[in-house]
């Protein structure tokens, strides 16, 4: 009784054997082409994103995007890479081009206003940020909020959005440094210095960071410079910075000592300090 069963399984294992080796179809063969070839493709998009050089990251955009027309991932693509390759005008014009197309997104949104804020077009700029829905909550669209908020001398809105853009990274030196900036245009000295060393701590190494901490001390009549970690042309700079602050205070003579300490720092001729010096000492005789 079990022998008919038998036959019965065992011809339907040839069939699907038979089938296993017969060899796949045309269209499944460009249908796994068109697979690989997206996969690559999007591969290749990130790599040159990432590790290409800007101009070479632009003309892959514009060729691709070219023969893809309506692919949104290469106008995003291409709009990122003029912005690298420090095309800020060119990249506005893509990223509009992106905030109009049907697949759209609110990140989207805020890297057109980036754009917009890296040509001076502030007010453009916030009239796109209004336009993101407030749920929409991120670093980079509160980073950009307090920016714009600053540009319109709005205090109380910049504070809070940097802060909000702070408490959304785990690396904050770059917004740390550009609220201690705000803080210090209003003439809070004494929190600007505070956010510049606290911006410091997260990233030793932001040059800019130092600079605006010698200001902020420096506007203060504090002419001693900060403990941070400096190297020996880094503190011919600052001392530099640091000699200016003094002189646009009235300390003349704090300045020009500073200034010659700065020379004697500097391990190469350092042209800026000999320059201001000679033109205050030539103030000074005149």
Not at 171 to 192: H, I
Request: proline letters at 5%; a positive charge; one cysteine or more.
């Amino acid at each position: 009784m079990r022998h008919p069963i038998f036959v019965i399984l065992c011809l339907g294992g040839a069939v699907t054997l038979s089938a296993c080796n017969k060899g796949p179809s045309d269209a499944e063969v460009q249908r796994a082409a068109r697979g690989v070839n997206v996969i690559d493709e999007s591969n290749l998009n990130d790599l040159m994103l990432t590790a290409g050089s800007p101009q070479e990251a632009v003309a892959y955009f514009q060729r691709t995007l070219a023969e893809n027309p309506d692919r949104i991932d290469l106008m995003r693509g291409l709009a990122k890479s003029l912005v690298r390759d420090k095309k800020p005008t060119e990249a506005a014009i893509v990223w509009a081009k992106v905030a109009k197309h049907p697949q759209a997104t609110n990140a989207d949104l805020v890297n057109y206003a980036d754009a917009l804020i890296r040509n001076g077009k502030w007010d453009a700029a916030e009239k796109v940020l209004d336009s993101v829905p407030p749920t929409y909550e991120t670093f980079k669209r509160y980073r950009l909020e307090a920016m714009v908020a600053d540009s319109n001398k709005e205090w109380k809105k910049a504070d809070s959005f940097y802060e909000t853009a702070v408490g959304l990274t785990t690396r904050p030196s770059g917004v740390l440094n550009n609220w201690g900036f705000s803080k210090l245009t209003r003439g809070d000295y004494a929190d600007a210095e505070r956010l510049f060393a606290e911006a410091l701590k997260y990233n030793p190494d932001l040059f800019t960071a130092k600079n605006n901490l010698v200001l902020a001390r420096g506007a203060q009549r504090n002419y001693v410079l900060p403990v941070v970690p400096m190297t020996q042309v880094e503190r011919a700079h600052l001392l530099h910075t640091m000699a200016l602050a003094a002189i646009k205070q009235g300390d003349v003579v704090t300045g020009k000592s500073l200034l010659k300490e700065a020379i004697d720092t500097n391990p190469q001729y350092f042209e800026a300090a000999v320059r201001s010096l000679r033109a205050l000492e030539n103030n000074v005789s005149n």
